[in-house]
């Protein structure tokens, strides 16, 4: 999931010596809130050798019918989950046609690139959501990335950047359990998972 305040990646991009692009087009004829696309990249791999990667959805067509739709997702090892919620209608709805852009820097240095776990024994004892302090972390990110090391069945995450916090956010959803997501009983992410993680990239 991309987040943060700067959205112009002509800005961010020109000074790295590489980036590569993957761009997966998405056109399900299931029509389901929650999917997952294969990825061509392992990023598992990626997260072990210290490459930093993150996604933004582009919609095929904005019109009426899409334009109070935000497409959020996650990596895993091998996928890209992705789910769409209706800010008007407050529920997650069908998966629009979109395409998925996977930037992928192998070139990334040290200092630019950071991945950091919610586990945190603070948020445990103040019972909040799960947040990532930047207060010690000395960076400033421009991108972020969530990422799951294990393919659990959680509950769709939103991320907030604040100055110097990251937190895990949930959205309520109006269905009536008739959605995918709140019929299967999705769960939130628990307080002893130490398996999701956020790549910050600060150029």
């Not at 992410?189 to 398996?195: G, P, V, W």
Request: contains cysteine; glycine residues 2%; aromatic residues 12%.
């Amino acid at each position: 999931m991309v987040v943060g305040y700067d959205i112009d990646f002509n800005i961010i991009l020109p000074n790295m010596i590489s980036v590569d692009v993957i761009r997966e087009k998405y056109d399900s004829q299931s029509k389901i809130e929650f999917d997952s696309i294969p990825s061509q990249r392992k990023f598992s791999s990626m997260m072990t050798n210290g490459i930093p990667f993150f996604g933004i959805p582009v919609l095929d067509n904005l019109d009426p019918s899409n334009n109070s739709i935000v497409i959020g997702h996650n990596f895993d090892n091998t996928n890209v989950n992705v789910f769409s919620y209706c800010v008007k209608k407050k529920c997650y709805v069908k998966l629009p046609k979109f395409t998925f852009c996977t930037f992928i820097i192998p070139n990334c240095t040290s200092k630019s690139y950071r991945s950091l776990s919610f586990n945190s024994k603070i948020w445990k004892a103040l019972r909040k959501n799960p947040f990532i302090g930047l207060d010690t972390s000395s960076i400033n990110p421009s991108c972020i990335s969530l990422y799951l090391s294990k393919n659990n069945n959680f509950k769709p995450i939103f991320l907030i950047q604040r100055i110097k916090q990251v937190k895990i956010k949930y959205v309520d959803c109006n269905c009536k359990k008739t959605c995918s997501i709140c019929k299967d009983n999705i769960v939130s992410l628990s307080k002893n998972e130490n398996n999701v993680e956020c790549i910050f990239f600060d150029p």
